[in-house]
């Protein structure tokens, strides 16, 4: 299901997911990526980190799922966590 118009269609779920990220309420997936790529992080790797299944880190990492804000607080906290061990 989803909205077309001619040639271009955008599905309903990918709507809902620009909607949350636009008015502030998503952690938009390029950030999400963005975070996966800076600390060499795999699929499994980013949902063993943030306590998740692998399915659910495929959801926000594809932009399948909106993600909530508590994810991006979580990504910078074990982000910071990482960096003090490495200290």
Known sequence: MGWTDG???IDTDTLYRLS??????????????AWMERNGLSLSAAAKALGFSR??????HGG?????NYIKLA???WEVL????AA
Do not use: M, W
């Open 7 to 9: 040639e271009i269609g």
């Open 20 to 33: 949350k990220e636009q008015s502030g309420a998503a952690f938009p997936v390029s950030d999400f990526n």
């Open 55 to 60: 399915r659910t880190i495929v959801y926000y």
């Open 64 to 68: 399948h799922k909106p993600i909530p």
């Open 75 to 77: 990504c910078l906290g």
């Open 82 to 85: 990482h960096s003090q061990k």
